[in-house]
């Protein structure tokens, strides 16, 4: 892949993951839990789901959707190899 294909691929990703960010910090839970910073969820700035996805343009399926994938493509990049892994005895068991 060209260079400027991995940095259209990073630029995406990074912006996926500026809106995963926006919508924890800024997003009313059902019935008016706000997000992760409970300082930030209790503030006026909390907005409900329909005026989040107004804003951004993307709906609360998709953010989701890139939340998981970003979160299992952060864990991925930091596991050891598979030869790094320790290997377990089937007798160590018994």
């Avoid at 060209?2 to 691929?9: A, D, F, K, P």
């Avoid at 107004?54 to 959707?65: A, C, E, F, P, V």
């Amino acid at each position: 892949m060209s260079c400027n294909g991995e940095r259209e691929i990073d630029a995406k990703l990074d912006d996926q993951q500026a809106a995963v960010n926006w919508w924890r910090a800024s997003v009313q839970r059902k019935g008016g839990a706000g997000g992760v910073h409970s300082d930030v969820a209790e503030s006026a700035t909390s907005l409900t789901v329909a005026q989040a996805e107004r804003i951004l343009k993307y709906d609360q399926q998709t953010i989701s959707k890139w939340n998981l994938k970003l979160a299992r493509r952060y864990f991925e990049s930091r596991r050891p190899p598979h030869s790094a892994r320790p290997r377990l005895s089937r007798n160590a068991a018994r």
